[in-house]
């Protein structure tokens, strides 16, 4: 033998010897754990078992302060109508201060009656008689799959018998499958195969799956193998039902046709709600937005402005809205007249400023055409409404008393639309004081330009009853036409150059050519 | 031969194993039966039985002819130990199971009929018979029944040629 050969020889040795090394400390594990559990589930001694056709073990437990040596022992068998045979004994080491005897038969015989007696120094500690083919305890099966089947809370568990020749058919499986945290579980029972589908899980959640096996008990029979080694799994996500996915598309569907049902039968209210008409004055007015980009005492002065309001109001077909003029003169002498609301405003600006020192220059002037148009206005309004004049004070209508400043007590009534005065504008209600005036604007055209008007408009005023401003106050009778206005404190004309005109500010977007127009008295039909 | 007009088609085999399994509970619950029985159940006289033990090893070394022969052997001396029991018994009860487990093993022989095992008759005399074994007691008769079902002739199922191919 060269020296490599023996080299070879020495290496395979060594493996060999490893591998057994290994081999046997395997088993001597696999014992330790088929031992304790028969400790546990067989009450008899000697406990034993048969692992595959050959290999057959026998054991008994006994305190190491008790126990002799294992001379002491003796371990005879016997099959039905054969002689008895002895088994050399063991010894292994045990939990709890204990030592196992173990007898190991590596040839067997089934279905007959074997009879076991355990000596101690002549002395029978231990008897039995069983049947090998009924005291199987096999390994765990092997290679436990788990996979998903494609379905929604299903798995696919598949493992590996036991490699026992003539028991496949025999075997009985229990696969424990538990959710992830959950200690217990559920059982599943399987007969002589090796696959096995759970259903019914939860999706979309991890599972821990166990395998076991064990005889059926009729032909063969044994215990309970130990759990196969636990493998996880996690169940498909959960899936939208067809079914409720197609009603609530129809539910969804039914809904909108029973909306759009309503929107279409409804238009008209909804239209009015989200682009309410703004009733603009540019046909009464013509040219006073285009031309004079809504100067008004531009556009009066170029035309015949008054007489214009006048006859646009006499003659048109539409009835005046409660906006009426009242000549403070002749018949509001004794009414007094209602303060400016506590909102005041006085904001103004620099444009109106000019105008109004342009303005004062011209006041006088103006004077005379005032009180010739408001005399000519009380008697049409005579006319279109007897009676209005004294009711009108007895009107529970909201109302504006527009003034013009600097004129002496008996010549108030001359106080029209004076053009280069600034106007004063009392609103006030003899129905409900102190209250907010809200009002719709009401169904109609809308002019172009004026989507995001407000819908409100308020008069704040501030005490119950008129009281006297002093002279000069022409009061009007303004209906509420959807145009918030904040009135400012009215400016006596000495007083033009201190306190600015107040503005009218305008909730509603007017486009920018369109200046407010309303520092005037003017007529205003309502067109909503 | 088998398509000659008139002749009886042979059996489909008859592979599966629960038919033995129901053989076997049956003979169990005679076994059962006879523990409880006190009086009128006892035999006269020494009975042959077949030897149940199997060595799987030593039963795979024997041909498929031996292994059908052992059976059927063993399937004869029952039905003879039986009869004699059946005879010699008093118990209503017992007598009821001893004839239920008659026609079990006459069930046995056409099961192996349909699996193509070639029939077997052993000599009439038992005596001298290898692999039996004498028996005095009904208990002992009935133990022998139950695990030579479970034993050989299990085996002999299992093992049969006609069911390996139609397994394949």
Same mark, same amino acid.
């Given at each position: 033998? !060269?020296?490599?050969?023996?080299?070879?020889?020495?290496?395979?040795?060594?493996?060999?010897?490893?591998?057994?090394?290994?081999? !046997?400390?395997?088993?001597?594990?696999?014992? %330790?754990?088929?031992?304790?559990?028969?400790?546990?589930?067989?009450?008899?001694?000697?406990?034993?078992?048969?692992?595959?056709?050959?290999?057959?073990?026998?054991?008994?437990?006994?305190?190491?302060?008790?126990?002799?040596?294992?001379?002491?022992?003796?371990?005879?068998?016997?099959?039905?109508?054969?002689?008895?045979?002895?088994?050399?004994?063991?010894?292994?080491?045990?939990?709890?201060?204990?030592?196992?005897?173990?007898?190991?038969?590596? $040839?067997? %015989?089934?279905?007959?009656?074997?009879?076991?007696?355990?000596?101690?120094?002549?002395?029978?500690?231990?008897?039995?008689?069983?049947?090998?083919?009924?005291?199987?305890?096999?390994?765990?099966?092997?290679?436990?799959?788990?996979?998903?089947?494609?379905?929604?809370?299903?798995?696919?568990?598949?493992?590996?018998?036991?490699?026992?020749?003539?028991?496949?058919?025999?075997?009985?499986?229990?696969?424990?499958?538990?959710?992830?945290?959950?200690?217990?579980?559920?059982?599943?029972?399987?007969?002589?195969?090796?696959?096995?589908?759970?259903?019914?899980?939860?999706?979309?959640? $991890?599972? $821990?799956?166990?395998?076991?096996?064990?005889?059926?008990?009729?032909?063969?029979?044994?215990?309970?193998?130990?759990?196969?080694?636990?493998?996880?799994?996690?169940?498909?996500?959960?899936?939208?039902?067809?079914?409720?996915?197609?009603?609530?598309?129809?539910?969804?569907?039914?809904?909108?046709?029973?909306?759009?049902?309503?929107?279409?039968?409804?238009?008209?209210?909804?239209?009015?709600?989200?682009?309410?008409?703004?009733?603009?004055?540019?046909?009464?007015?013509?040219?006073?937005?285009?031309?004079?980009?809504?100067?008004?005492?531009?556009?009066?002065?170029?035309?015949?402005?008054?007489?214009?309001?006048?006859?646009?109001?006499?003659?048109?077909?539409?009835?005046?809205?409660?906006?009426?003029?009242?000549?403070?003169?002749?018949?509001?002498?004794?009414?007094?007249?209602?303060?400016?609301?506590?909102?005041?405003?006085?904001?103004?600006?620099?444009?109106?400023?000019?105008?109004?020192?342009?303005?004062?220059?011209?006041?006088?002037?103006?004077?005379?055409?005032?009180?010739?148009?408001?005399?000519?206005?009380?008697?049409?309004?005579?006319? !279109?409404?007897?009676?209005?004049?004294?009711?009108?004070?007895?009107?529970?209508?909201?109302?504006?008393?527009?003034?013009?400043?600097?004129?002496?007590?008996?010549?108030?009534?001359?106080? !029209?639309?004076?053009?280069?005065?600034?106007?004063?504008?009392?609103?006030?209600?003899?129905?409900?004081?102190?209250?907010?005036?809200?009002?719709?604007?009401?169904?109609?055209?809308?002019?172009?330009?004026?989507?995001?008007?407000?819908? %409100?408009?308020?008069?704040?005023?501030?005490?119950?009853?008129?009281?006297?401003?002093?002279?000069?106050?022409?009061?009007?009778? +303004?209906?509420?036409?959807?145009?918030?206005?904040?009135?400012?404190?009215?400016?006596?004309?000495?007083?033009?150059?201190?306190?600015?005109?107040?503005?009218?500010?305008?909730?509603?977007?007017?486009?920018?050519?369109?200046?407010?127009?309303?520092?005037?008295?003017?007529?205003?039909?309502?067109?909503? | 031969?088998?398509?000659?007009?008139?002749?009886?088609?042979?059996?489909?085999?008859?592979?599966?194993?629960?038919?033995?399994?129901?053989?076997?509970?049956?003979?169990?619950?005679?076994?059962?039966?006879?523990?409880?029985?006190?009086?009128?159940?006892?035999?006269?006289?020494?009975?042959?039985?077949?030897?149940?033990? +199997?060595?799987?090893?030593?039963?795979?070394?024997?041909?498929?002819?031996?292994?059908?022969?052992?059976?059927?052997?063993?399937?004869?001396?029952?039905?003879?130990?039986?009869?004699?029991?059946?005879?010699?018994?008093?118990?209503?009860?017992?007598?009821?199971?001893?004839?239920?487990?008659?026609?079990?093993?006459?069930?046995?022989?056409?099961?192996?009929?349909?699996?193509?095992?070639?029939?077997?008759?052993?000599?009439?005399?038992?005596?001298?018979?290898?692999?039996?074994?004498?028996?005095?007691? +009904?208990?002992?008769?009935?133990? +022998?029944?139950?695990?030579?079902? $479970?034993?050989?002739?299990?085996?002999?199922?299992?093992?049969?040629?006609?069911?390996?191919?139609?397994?394949?």
């Amino acid at each position: 033998m !060269t020296r490599d050969q023996h080299r070879r020889l020495v290496a395979v040795y060594l493996v060999c010897c490893v591998m057994g090394t290994v081999s !046997t400390a395997q088993r001597a594990q696999d014992f %330790q754990r088929k031992a304790s559990m028969l400790l546990a589930a067989e009450p008899e001694n000697p406990k034993c078992f048969a692992e595959g056709r050959k290999a057959f073990t026998c054991f008994w437990e006994e305190d190491e302060e008790r126990a002799g040596p294992v001379e002491q022992y003796s371990f005879t068998y016997a099959y039905q109508n054969e002689n008895g045979s002895r088994c050399p004994l063991t010894v292994a080491p045990a939990a709890g201060g204990k030592k196992l005897f173990v007898c190991h038969l590596d $040839r067997i %015989q089934m279905f007959v009656q074997l009879d076991i007696q355990v000596h101690r120094e002549s002395v029978m500690i231990h008897n039995r008689s069983l049947l090998v083919e009924l005291v199987f305890l096999l390994d765990p099966p092997e290679n436990v799959t788990v996979s998903s089947t494609g379905h929604q809370g299903q798995l696919n568990v598949s493992w590996v018998p036991p490699p026992l020749k003539y028991m496949d058919d025999s075997m009985i499986y229990e696969v424990m499958y538990a959710k992830e945290g959950d200690p217990a579980g559920q059982v599943e029972v399987a007969r002589a195969c090796s696959e096995l589908i759970l259903r019914g899980l939860q999706a979309a959640t $991890r599972y $821990r799956v166990e395998v076991r096996v064990r005889l059926d008990g009729i032909t063969y029979s044994g215990y309970w193998s130990a759990w196969s080694d636990p493998v996880w799994m996690e169940t498909l996500p959960a899936d939208l039902d067809p079914l409720i996915v197609s009603l609530t598309f129809i539910i969804t569907f039914i809904l909108f046709l029973l909306c759009l049902i309503v929107l279409l039968s409804h238009h008209r209210f909804f239209i009015k709600k989200v682009w309410p008409t703004i009733p603009v004055p540019d046909s009464k007015f013509q040219g006073l937005f285009t031309v004079y980009g809504g100067d008004l005492q531009e556009w009066l002065r170029q035309t015949s402005g008054g007489l214009w309001v006048t006859s646009a109001l006499l003659y048109s077909e539409e009835r005046p809205s409660p906006v009426e003029v009242l000549s403070e003169l002749n018949l509001c002498r004794s009414l007094a007249s209602p303060p400016l609301p506590p909102k005041a405003c006085n904001a103004s600006t620099q444009r109106d400023e000019r105008e109004l020192s342009n303005g004062s220059d011209s006041a006088q002037t103006d004077e005379w055409r005032a009180t010739q148009q408001q005399h000519w206005l009380m008697e049409r309004l005579r006319e !279109t409404r007897p009676g209005m004049g004294s009711s009108l004070l007895e009107s529970q209508d909201t109302y504006v008393t527009l003034s013009t400043n600097n004129h002496s007590e008996e010549d108030h009534v001359d106080d !029209t639309l004076e053009e280069a005065l600034p106007l004063e504008m009392h609103v006030a209600s003899r129905k409900t004081p102190l209250s907010e005036f809200h009002s719709d604007l009401g169904s109609g055209q809308q002019s172009s330009g004026s989507g995001r008007l407000s819908s %409100q408009s308020s008069f704040e005023y501030p005490s119950q009853g008129w009281t006297p401003k002093g002279p000069g106050y022409t009061y009007m009778a +303004v209906a509420d036409s959807g145009v918030s206005m904040d009135y400012s404190p009215m400016s006596r004309v000495d007083d033009l150059g201190k306190v600015a005109l107040y503005a009218n500010e305008y909730k509603n977007e007017i486009p920018p050519h369109r200046r407010p127009f309303l520092t005037r008295q003017y007529h205003v039909h309502d067109d909503g | 031969h088998w398509t000659c007009p008139g002749l009886p088609s042979p059996p489909r085999p008859i592979c599966d194993l629960r038919v033995l399994n129901h053989f076997i509970q049956e003979a169990r619950d005679a076994e059962v039966a006879m523990k409880s029985c006190r009086d009128g159940c006892g035999l006269t006289e020494l009975v042959s039985v077949p030897q149940t033990t +199997v060595n799987f090893d030593d039963w795979e070394r024997k041909n498929a002819t031996e292994q059908a022969q052992e059976v059927q052997t063993g399937l004869w001396l029952l039905h003879q130990a039986l009869g004699l029991l059946q005879a010699s018994m008093t118990d209503v009860d017992l007598n009821n199971h001893i004839d239920n487990s008659i026609r079990n093993l006459l069930s046995i022989n056409a099961v192996l009929r349909s699996l193509n095992i070639q029939e077997y008759t052993p000599p009439t005399s038992a005596v001298g018979l290898e692999g039996t074994w004498k028996v005095s007691s +009904v208990a002992e008769v009935l133990q +022998v029944h139950v695990n030579f079902l $479970r034993g050989k002739v299990r085996l002999l199922l299992v093992g049969a040629e006609a069911c390996q191919q139609d397994v394949s």
